[in-house]
């Protein structure tokens, strides 16, 4: 257990329907990340978070796509009108800035979302 | 391109003898090569990282050879145990920003 943890563990829904999952990061990390993965596929990066602040988002986050992290904690990414083709395991990370260092990154279980 | 991949996907190993994952990538902007370990059901877990000023480094039982000549990063584990049984992704986090990076993994499976 990484301190990071997510919830759901699965979602089940339906093609259309809008899901939202919740990251709640390692209490003292400023930074917050959301990534996508699919079977036999490494993570993608979908976008990070700097205390409340979105700072990137890839080209993977379609219009449908939306984070947010309102105080600076506990983050929620939502995906609106939900296609097959978003159904993947959605896995968040925190990590704490510290200059001139790696910033590791503890990575959540995930979120499984199958979209039927 | 920022492509990092594998050479092999699956690597089977006798229980106790050692283990060389290999990682081929193709952006040299990177100031860290990180190995990741992701068992069933759970998010990748660090094991070990490299500046991109080194070209090798140690840690329990890991060793991490960066060659920046050919664009090749492995990961060795010693006296592999069943316990390492999973997928190995390399990664890279190209200098300035925060995103890593992961290749497509490559499945470690020990042998009792």
């Known amino acids: 257990d990484t301190g990071v943890s997510q919830d759901p563990r699965h979602k089940i829904t339906k093609r259309g329907q809008n899901v939202t999952f919740r990251c709640d990061p390692i209490s003292e990390h400023n930074r917050l990340y959301w990534y996508r993965q699919t079977l036999g596929q490494g993570p993608e990066f979908l976008t990070y978070f700097q205390n409340e602040a979105q700072l990137e988002k890839s080209r993977l986050l379609s219009d449908r796509f939306s984070a947010e992290r309102p105080k600076g904690s506990f983050s929620t990414l939502e995906i609106q009108r939900t296609e097959q083709g978003d159904s993947a395991m959605y896995l968040c990370a925190s990590s704490l800035s510290l200059a001139g260092a790696l910033n590791e990154q503890f990575f959540g279980p995930g979120t499984r979302l199958t979209v039927l | 391109g920022e492509s990092v991949g594998l050479h092999l996907p699956t690597l089977s190993v006798q229980e106790g003898d050692n283990s060389i994952i290999n990682c081929a990538y193709s952006?040299?902007?990177?100031?860290?090569f990180i190995w990741y370990k992701q068992e069933s059901g759970k998010g990748p877990q660090f094991i070990i990282d490299?500046?991109?000023?080194?070209d090798k480094r140690q840690g329990q039982r890991v060793t991490v050879l960066l060659n920046k000549t050919v664009k090749h990063l492995s990961l060795q584990i010693a006296a592999t145990q069943p316990g390492d049984s999973a997928v190995y992704f390399c990664a890279q986090l190209p200098g300035g920003y925060q995103k890593v990076t992961f290749g497509t993994g490559t499945k470690l499976q020990v042998i009792p």
């Open positions: 952006n040299s902007a990177s100031d860290y």
């Open positions: 490299i500046r991109s000023n080194m």
